[in-house]
């Protein structure tokens, strides 16, 4: 399923890749993951206030961003870095855990800037068809918090 979504991006196949990403839930757990990252990273940060702001916001921001990765994905010349030209290395798939019609994905992949490997876990949903949905990115949060930790370490 993850060479599904990967084709369909290449493909600008926007109908099969909304049938196995949740966009929704991806884009809205993003945004929060984000947010608790930066409360996380800067202890100046009133947290209170963010969250509170947050509120108003997260529906217009999540709402250009869908639109955005959407029109990326539908566009033949997207603007978007491929994972490639991003500096990212794909390694490939650790382990995968299955727990009826939920999995947990591992994908790992070095980041050249950075000299250094990260995995993201992905949470994944099984469809009537016996394929899988991208519901979640398990420990973007904490991915985000690390990877910034590495780019102040450098």
Known sequence: SINIIR?????HDVATFEKHVDLDQLVSQTFDSFLEAQIELDPKINPQLVK???IFGKPIATNALKGYILNQIGTSKPEMKTTESSGKKFKGFGSTKTDGDMALVEIKFFEKELKKDF???LKMVKLEDGTWKLIEVENLKQHLVDYSKAQKAQ
């Open 52 to 54: 509170g702001l947050a």
């Open 119 to 121: 995995t993201l876990v």
């Open 7 to 11: 084709t369909s991006v290449k493909q």
